[in-house]
């Protein structure tokens, strides 16, 4: 999953009226919150969960952080540098609160939760902490803030859903729907365990009455949120995951269904079954494998061999015509050699995943690697294979991008593009970003879209019709005949 940078959104000021202004906003809004969220989409699901509990208790949410009087972040810990990115928004909001007295700041989430109150002293902008476990407090916290304390809610809490918490989604097109938290495994590089606790699944009837409103208020796109989704167990009845895909894809017919993260070892043949059955579920797998290497996953505790994985993949792309494969890469994990790295470049070359989110090791005190493990790998040399591994997957990636010049794909619009208001952004089924003309056609429609040049992460095309219309003038024929 990747960590999404968040300074685009900040800034720095000197005393102009646009300073002027949110001052204003924020003394006369001390209710008002804004939410910067890091991390992984359980971190963004969970800020629309945030959300809600705090509009519940009464605070409203601010357009941006410059109109708000709570200022939250919504940290990530899986890596060195998503923890360094945190320190340096503090830092910014020390500033800020020094010229605007009664900013509240409050640190959620991961880096808390892991860091536990040590974490005051990482800045004195900080005046509350919580974590995963503890969002339904937040209001109580932040009225002791208001009483002068300093206070931290950082207990697991096992039996937490946050059932009865309709999230505030953002846009209304595509929506995540969270179905367990937390992880049981315990790969040995990997803080999540340490941060989010206990796996939990949620009831596969509550799950399914979120579909179905999900359904009502008609979003497009639905994906299953997990740490280790494919581990799902109803707590109710004991239904597997591939029993929920199938039964989400059926309640939200119109809907493409998708999901994230699978664990390699816990992809079975009845889910790999379910998504070839089923048209809406889409055919794509985010499979982190790691390294290409059986000892370094025997050392990284993932569960499987490489052998294993090869199995998998084989057993998926016989049953999935099509399927697109993605994952994850670490470079340089304790006790890696060059023939070890070497196979990681091999698996590359042999799978041809489609995008890979490719990282060097990070060591987060408290793993199994960081208690058992020496971190070895001298850094120059982690970066080098790095950079080897992300030389490698990009020209893998152009390749297969460059191979869909030419051909037809179905895209669900998402949004604007960034770069231009002439052009929509949009993702084929298989999860490729697809910019093209605007046109005349809309946010939230599906469109044949012809591919007519790429990039190693783009296709860029031009419409050619929209898929929602066309059907909507077939189901009218059938009613008419
Ligand atoms: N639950 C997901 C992964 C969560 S973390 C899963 O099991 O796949 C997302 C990715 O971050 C991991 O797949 C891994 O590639 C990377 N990662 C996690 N811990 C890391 C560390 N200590 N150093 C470098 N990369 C790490
Ligand atoms: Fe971390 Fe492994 Fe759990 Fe993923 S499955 S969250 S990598 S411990
Ligand atoms: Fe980061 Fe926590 Fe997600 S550590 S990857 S935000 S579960």
């Known amino acids: 999953m990747a960590v999404r ?31 910067h969220t890091f991390g992984c989409q359980m971190n963004q699901s969970d800020s629309g969960i945030i959300t809600a509990l705090l509009q519940q ?31 340096h928004y503090l830092q910014y909001l020390h500033g800020l609160k020094k010229r605007h007295k ?6 959620l989430g991961c880096v808390p939760q892991y860091q536990r109150q040590e974490m005051f002293s990482l800045s004195p902008a900080i005046d509350f902490l919580a974590g995963p476990d503890t969002y339904r407090s937040l209001p109580l916290l932040i009225r002791q803030v208001q009483a002068g304390q300093k206070p931290f809610f950082l207990e697991f809490n096992s039996a937490e859903t946050y059932e009865g918490i309709e999230p505030v989604r953002q ?20 803080v999540v365990p340490f941060t989010r606790g206990r796996e939990r699944s949620h009831p ?35 239904r597997d995951f591939a029993a929920l895909l199938e039964a ?19 992809i079975s043949e009845a889910l790999v079954r379910t998504i070839a059955d089923r048209p809406n579920i889409c055919n794509h797998i985010h499979l982190p494998v790691q390294s290409g290497s059986s000892k370094i996953l025997g050392l990284m505790n993932r569960g499987h061999t490489i052998e294993d994985y090869r199995e998998k993949i084989a057993l998926i792309r016989k049953a999935i015509p099509g399927v697109i494969l993605t994952t994850d890469i670490i470079a340089g994990f304790c006790g890696e050699q060059e023939d070890d790295h070497q196979a990681t470049l091999d698996l590359l070359s042999e799978v041809r995943f489609d995008l890979a989110y490719m990282f060097f090791y990070s060591e987060r005190p ?51 593009s960034k770069r231009s208001s002439q052009k929509l952004m949009g993702r084929t089924g298989t999860n490729r970003v697809v910019i093209f003309d605007r046109e005349h056609y809309q946010t939230g429609e599906r469109l044949n879209v012809l591919i007519t040049s790429s990039t190693s992460a783009t296709l860029i095309g031009k419409p050619e019709y929209s898929v929602d219309q066309v059907s909507s003038i077939i189901k009218d024929k059938s009613l008419f005949y």
């Open 204 to 238: 596969f009837t509550l799950i399914m009455g979120e579909v179905r409103q999900l359904v009502a208020s008609g979003y497009r796109e639905i994906t299953l949120l997990g740490q280790n989704v494919n581990s799902y167990s109803d707590p109710e009845e004991g």
């Open 102 to 107: 009664g900013l509240i700041v409050g640190v």
């Open 57 to 87: 208790a009464g605070y409203i949410p601010a357009e941006s952080e410059d109109e708000a009087g709570i200022i939250l972040l919504n940290t990530c810990a899986v890596r060195e540098n998503a923890v360094d990115r945190i320190e």
């Open 171 to 190: 846009g209304s097109i595509s929506a995540f729907v969270p179905v367990m938290r937390g992880c049981n495994n315990m790969c040995a590089f990997c």
């Open 248 to 266: 989400v894809s059926r309640e939200a017919p119109l809907a493409r269904i998708r999901f994230t993260t699978s664990h390699p070892k816990d």
């Open 5 to 35: 940078s968040i300074f685009s959104n900040v800034y720095y000021f000197n005393n102009t009226l646009q300073e002027q202004r949110a001052f204003m906003m924020r003394t006369s809004g001390s209710n008002t919150f804004y939410i």
């Open 366 to 416: 408290g793993t199994l690697a960081a208690r058992t493990l020496a971190d070895d790998v001298p850094e120059l040399t982690k970066k080098r294979r790095l950079q080897e591994i992300i030389d490698l997957q990009n020209s893998i990636s152009g390749e297969l991008y460059q191979a869909a010049v030419g051909t037809v794909v179905e895209v669900l619009a998402e949004s604007e």
